[in-house]
């Protein structure tokens, strides 16, 4: 289940932004226990391309409120995803995490790979939150019965647009901090001094603006700097007339995820994450009925082809042509 998500998902991601640029993937240790500890601004679409810019398996731990569906629960789980419970999950669930932080140790001690957000949620903010603890306090724990070294690596993520296909992600691996035993966590101070090592890792990684002056206008500016070394981003004819060709092709797809967006979700920082997520299911769905409905009408089988194969050039086209950028 595992591998097909993660090729399904590399497929999509493809066809959703436009370049996905991965720095110090050489960072990563092919074997060990590994603990990626990254930036969290964009929901769920911050695991899945972590988990597709690498070639090991990688487990993750995700909030606790979307195992409460027992089903959900058993599917995640085949796909390496582990809860763990925050304050405003209530503390009946907040004890779980005694268990929860077992299932992690147990992960690294199997010398696994495991990613977890410090931050606590996900925000679309252009600087890094203050981090929790949990990550230096996980590594203690696994020392208690372990005794091979935990690798480390701060993962920042940074998106040219949140919420919006079409634009350039950045993925980076920062240096790697290797962590041999408990006698390095023995203090509060030493938790500490990890979790800030841990922070300038990341802040180093990310488009860390100050948090206290930025506005919508700087961080615009600094995003096209960074993804496209530009001032500005035109739209010419071609990108324009691509752009309402795609759109057309994506019609009814995109009607289903606005209205899920809209009425259902509501929360806007959710908005790439369903179209994403919602595209990789309903876009191939609807490009094979609108192609057999053309062959179908023109009595052909090769019009099917024809179609299929025309609109993946349409939507490879756009994504070179448009350049999409956004700030909030």
């Known amino acids: 289940m595992y591998k097909f998500l993660k090729l399904l998902c590399r497929i999509s991601l493809s066809f959703y932004y436009r370049k996905i640029a991965v720095n110090g993937l050489e960072h990563v ?6 603990l990626l500890v990254a930036n969290h601004q964009n929901t769920f679409l911050d ?19 979307v195992f409460s569906n027992e089903k959900v629960a058993k599917f995640l789980a085949k796909i390496y995803m582990h809860p763990i419970y925050r304050f405003r999950d209530g503390m009946n669930n ?32 252009l600087y890094l939150r203050p981090l929790q603890l949990g990550a230096a306090k996980l590594i203690k724990k696994y020392f208690k019965e372990n005794d091979q070294p935990v690798t480390v690596i701060p993962v920042g993520l940074n998106y040219a647009a949140h919420r919006y296909s079409g634009g350039n992600v950045i ?12 006698e390095e966590l023995a203090s509060k101070e030493q938790i500490q001094s990890l979790t800030n090592n841990i922070a300038e890792g990341i802040q180093k990684s990310i488009l860390h603006l100050n948090e206290n002056i930025y506005n919508v206008e700087d961080a615009l500016k600094a995003k096209l700097k960074m993804h496209y070394e530009q001032k500005s981003v035109r739209v010419g004819v071609l990108g324009s007339l691509v752009n309402l060709l795609d759109r057309l092709n994506h019609l009814i797809p995109f009607a289903i995820l606005t209205w899920l967006q809209n009425r259902v979700i509501k929360d806007p920082e959710f908005k790439g994450a369903i179209f994403f997520g919602g595209g990789t299911a309903l876009v191939p769905l609807y490009f094979l009925i609108q192609g057999i409905a053309i062959a179908l009408i023109f009595s052909n089988i090769a019009w099917l082809f024809a179609y299929l194969f025309t609109a993946i050039i349409i939507r490879k086209i756009k994504l070179f042509a448009v350049k999409r950028v956004d700030a909030y």
Do not use: W
């Not at 695991?47 to 409120?65: E, F, P």
């Not at 147990?106 to 679309?124: I, K, R, S, T, W």
């Not at 993925?171 to 035993?181: D, K």
């Open 29 to 34: 240790p092919v074997k060990g226990a590994v």
């Open 47 to 65: 695991a899945v391309l972590i988990a597709c810019t690498n070639q090991r398996n990688m487990h993750s731990l995700a909030r606790g409120d």
């Open 94 to 125: 907040m004890k779980k995490n005694i268990m929860a932080m077992n299932v992690a140790k147990d992960v690294l001690a199997d010398q696994h790979m495991l990613l977890m957000f410090p931050e606590g949620n996900h925000a679309q903010t």
């Open 171 to 182: 993925i980076n691996y920062a240096q790697p901090i290797v962590v041999n035993s408990i």
